[in-house]
């Protein structure tokens, strides 16, 4: 089961673990961490290779919170425990009206709208010190390489995000479907 090779990725990694604890200590409602810290990690266990993070993006949903000012505390909090990362924190209950979108109900519908269905995948680390998956896609297309476009989201943005990022250069085996 690709869940369970998932967070087995993720419990071997101890800078993931840390990032978990930190995200975990904020105290958010429905926080997780998400799209490259879980994406990259398969794509890195796929390629035998290990690419550094270039930031580490927090979600949370919170209706409530109309100025941002949770997120803005948040990744203050974030920055100064770790300052050597660069964290992105954002509350999805916001992002609708970025991307043109009807209101999101939770981080699963928020995610469900990100361009690439292998980046619709998130985790965090309950009270109980257990994992949790929090995905909008099977997780089979991450596992089998490819870079699926999510129809949600208009090609040309998926496209632009490709070639912005780098992705097949950093990870040449990923496969591109649109």
Known sequence: MKKQELLSL?????????????????????????????????WDHLHEKSTPSNDIDVIFFDAEDTTNQKAQW?????SFRYPSVKWQVKNQALMHDRNGD???SNCIDAMAHWPEK?????????????????????????????ISHNPNRDLSVFLERISKKRW???WPKL???H
């Open 102 to 104: 009807k209101p999101y």
């Open 175 to 177: 496969q591109v479907v």
């Open 74 to 78: 948040a990744q203050q909090m974030l």
């Open 10 to 42: 993720i419990q071997k990694d101890n800078e993931r673990i840390l990032a978990l604890i930190a995200v975990r200590s904020l105290k958010l409602p429905q926080c997780y961490i998400a799209a490259g810290f879980v994406r990259n990690l398969v």
């Open 168 to 170: 097949l250069e950093i």
């Open 118 to 146: 292998e980046t619709a995948v998130a985790v965090t680390l309950n009270e109980d010190n257990k994992l949790e998956l929090l995905n909008a896609f099977e997780l089979n297309s991450l596992f089998e390489g490819l």
